[in-house]
Nanobody, 124 residues
Framework: QVQLVESGGGLAQPGGSLRLSCAAS????????MGWHRQAPGKQRESVAV???????KYVDSVKGRFTVSRDNAKNTVYLQMNSLKSEDTAVYFC??????????????????WGQGTLVTVSS
């Protein structure tokens, strides 16, 4: 099975930093875009950052200048470096990927996979 596994969440103080990682595994032929989303209590899930296969990035306005998304194609891993954290960054963070992969011996050129989520809490 193709899956994404996140790590790196936890508690940080306002102004602090955390780094999230998300590793993809399975019969993966290539990964197109990878991204991070978050869902705060009582709010809808929002896209935080996206990175394409050529390294182009896009961020939601609220994290520009504070968060950096990057990827290691050799490891099928995407990272989210979060600096200058604010209380409003508190949320469950999910990674997702659009990939070409084989599932049940069938090639899917645009398989969308989500991770299980990791909790980030920013509080003093």
């Amino acid at each position: 099975q193709v899956q994404l596994v996140e790590s790196g969440g936890g508690l940080a103080q306002p102004g602090g930093s955390l780094r999230l990682s998300c590793a993809a595994s399975g019969r993966i032929l290539g990964i197109n875009a990878m991204g991070w989303h978050r869902q705060a209590p009582g709010k809808q899930r929002e896209s935080v950052a996206v990175i394409t296969s050529d390294g182009s990035t896009k961020y939601v306005d609220s994290v520009k200048g504070r968060f950096t998304v990057s990827r290691d194609n050799a490891k099928n891993t995407v990272y989210l470096q979060m600096n200058s954290l604010k209380s409003e960054d508190t949320a469950v963070y999910f990674c997702n990927a659009d990939m070409a992969a084989v599932v049940d011996d069938i090639l899917d050129r645009h398989l969308e996979v989500w991770g299980q989520g990791t909790l980030v809490t920013v509080s003093s």
